[in-house]
């Protein structure tokens, strides 16, 4: 099992940036692709971008341009920068394992407002 902590979450007005960090305890990190996944407030959590175990990114259209998913596989560490955000990125962030069973983490709080 991995523990997952999600952090860098924040206010900002529209247009701004925020950079999201995701540290996973556990030694199958670097094995594994991992995905950044995002619940708006009333809304199921959904699918952001992925990462796979050499490098590669894939992001869903709405983001495309405007986030950058990376990782340090020597930190354990999965990142998400964020620019241009618009009120409808709002939600609570997390991480986790692509095709994982993993327990999900806390997440962390993204709001877009001015």
């Known amino acids: 099992q991995v523990q997952l902590v999600e952090s860098g979450g924040g206010l900002v007005q529209p247009g701004g940036s925020l950079r999201l960090s995701c540290a996973a305890a556990?030694?199958?990190?670097?094995?594994?692709?991992m995905g950044w996944y995002r619940q708006p407030p009333g809304k199921a959590r959904g699918l952001v971008a992925t990462i796979s175990a050499d490098g590669r990114a894939d992001y869903i259209e709405s983001v495309k341009g405007r986030f950058t998913i990376s990782r340090d596989n020597a930190k354990n560490t999965v990142y998400l920068q964020m620019n241009s955000l618009k009120s409808e990125d709002t939600g609570v962030y997390y991480c986790?394992?692509?095709?994982?069973?993993?327990?999900w983490g806390q997440g962390t709080q993204v709001t877009v407002s001015s």
């Open positions: 986790n394992g692509y095709g994982s069973n993993w327990s």
């Open positions: 556990g030694s199958i990190f670097s094995g594994y692709s």
